[in-house]
T-cell receptor, first 108, second 114 residues
C-alpha cells in the first residue's frame, strides 16, 4: 500500500460547484496532516492544516477520519482561480510525505 | 531575501557528470527538506534535516545521491554520475521548527540530463 494515496482526477467542474477530494494514508500513527495547493509549474503552497475536529477556512473545509485513515478537502462555490493541483501531505513520523495530487479544473 | 532560494534555477548536464544543487533556507528555520518532482508526478521525498540531528536519508533513491547541510543553514544536494532518469525539478523547503510546521518552498532547480 502506498503511503499517501489520492485520486489523480482530473476533476472538471463548473463555477459554483462543490467538489470533494479524499486522501488515504498508511501510517496509523501519523499525527499531522495538511493540504497544499500547487499551480502549474509553481512550487506548492500550504492551503490549510487538517485538525482532528475538522476545520474550515472560507469556502474550504478539511476533515480527518483517523479510524479510516483518510482526510478530505471540500471546496464550495468553486472559482476559476481554484484550478490547481491539490496535494495531501501526511507526517509519517520521519518526514512529510506528499500524495501525487488531485487536479481540479474549474470552468466558466 | 525573505524566501527559500535555490540555485541554479536550471541545470543541463550530460549523462555521467556530477551536479550540485544549492538551497538557502529562510533564516532561522531549523528544518530543511529536499523533494524531487518529475513531470506530471507528485513530490518524492528525498532527505530531511532537522537542527543538529542526523538527517533522515530514507528517501534518497540510490547511493549516487547525497546531501549535506553546513552550519545548520545552506544545503547542497549532490548527484553523482547523473542518469537520464534523474531529470526532474528538485525542490527545497524549510520550516521553522520541524515537520508539523508550514513548509516554505523554493522555486526549484530544473535538472535535465541529456
Amino acid at each position: 500500500r502506498k503511503e499517501v494515496e489520492q485520486d489523480p482526477g482530473p476533476f472538471n467542474v463548473p463555477e459554483g460547484a462543490t467538489v470533494a477530494f479524499n486522501c488515504t494514508y498508511s501510517n496509523s500513527a501519523s499525527q499531522s496532516f495538511f493540504w497544499y495547493r500547487q499551480d502549474c509549474r509553481k512550487e506548492p503552497k500550504l492551503l490549510m492544516s487538517v485538525y482532528s475536529s475538522g476545520n474550515e477556512d472560507g469556502r474550504f473545509t478539511a476533515q480527518l477520519n483517523r479510524a479510516s485513515q483518510y482526510i478530505s478537502l471540500l471546496i464550495r462555490d468553486s472559482k476559476l482561480s481554484d484550478s490547481a493541483t491539490y496535494l495531501c501531505v501526511v507526517n509519517m513520523g520521519t518526514a512529510l510525505i506528499f500524495g501525487k495530487g488531485t487536479t481540479l479544473s474549474v470552468s466558466s | 531575501g525573505a524566501g527559500v532560494s535555490q540555485s541554479p534555477s536550471n541545470k543541463v548536464t550530460e549523462k555521467g557528470k556530477d551536479v550540485e544543487l544549492r538551497c538557502d533556507p529562510i533564516s532561522g528555520h531549523t528544518a530543511l527538506y529536499w523533494y524531487r518532482q518529475s513531470l506530471g508526478q507528485g513530490l518524492e521525498f528525498l532527505i530531511y534535516f532537522q537542527g543538529n540531528s542526523a538527517p533522515d536519508k530514507s528517501g534518497l533513491p540510490s547511493d549516487r545521491f547525497s546531501a549535506e547541510r553546513t552550519g545548520g543553514s545552506v544545503s547542497t544536494l549532490t548527484i553523482q554520475r547523473t542518469q537520464q532518469e534523474d531529470s526532474a525539478v528538485y525542490l527545497c523547503a524549510s520550516s521553522r521548527t520541524g515537520k508539523d510546521e508550514k513548509l516554505f518552498f523554493g522555486s526549484g532547480t530544473q535538472l535535465s540530463v541529456l
